[in-house]
T-cell receptor, first 112, second 114 residues
């Protein structure tokens, strides 16, 4: 069965802390994505990657960076967390042809 | 740019009622269209999809038809169950070269009461 695994379901951090969110997929997918989900705003794309070491900005990249050193792993980094980054973060992967995204269960981040 | 508009919720229905969730889109090319579902406490999962005009996607009793003339992809189910309570997202993937990402609507929360 296909699997996208996010390292932490729930995190609580303080303002100014550096935060790492990890995502691993076992489907050998080329494409990986980070979205954030907020009530009333739906899903908004932060960054995506279509190959190892490649990254593209999405709609809301400010305050975030990403790293993809291996095909199966895509990390989202908050260099200095702020309260407005409190949200649900969803990782997804896809292969080129179908466009279908496979999602992880999400990481709920609270920044105090 | 691409966009997806879906009806705002929340929607509350009684068990066995008929469900329609409206979705319309704007795209520059010939998009593929998707419905995703998010059950409480879980990530999103694909419910159904359609890749060209007049295609009908179906799964678990849900259906949606790709209507190019009205740029719509409305989700329907004839008889909902309590277990269908979830948030439903309409999404599109445009057909342009290098189109890796999906554009999502804001989601519609459905609650089905016994």
């Amino acid at each position: 069965d296909v699997k996208v695994t996010q390292s932490s379901r729930y995190l609580v951090k303080r303002t100014g802390e550096k935060v790492f969110l990890e995502c691993v997929q076992d489907m050998d997918h080329e494409n990986m994505f980070w979205y954030r989900q907020d009530p009333g705003l739906g899903l908004r794309l932060i960054y995506f990657s279509y190959d190892v070491k490649m990254k593209e900005k999405g709609d809301i990249p400010e305050g975030y960076s990403v790293s993809r050193e291996k095909k199966e792993r895509f990390s989202l980094i908050l260099e200095s967390a702020s309260t407005n980054q409190t949200s649900m973060y969803l990782c997804a992967s896809s292969t080129g042809g179908t466009g279908e995204l496979f999602f992880g269960e999400g990481s709920r981040l609270t920044v105090l | 740019g691409d966009s997806v508009t879906q009806m705002e919720g929340p929607v509350t229905l009684s068990e066995e009622a008929f469900l329609t969730i409206n979705c319309t889109y704007t795209a520059t090319g010939y998009p593929s269209l998707f419905w995703y579902v998010q059950y409480p406490g879980e990530g999103l999962q694909l419910l159904l999809k359609a890749t060209k005009a007049d295609d009908k996607g179906s799964n678990k009793g849900f259906e949606a038809t790709y209507r190019k003339e009205t740029t719509s992809f409305h989700l329907e189910k004839g008889s909902v169950q309590v277990s269908d309570s979830a948030v439903y997202f309409c999404a599109l993937r445009d057909s342009g070269a290098g189109s890796y990402q999906l554009t999502f609507g804001k989601g519609t929360k459905l609650s089905v009461i016994p």
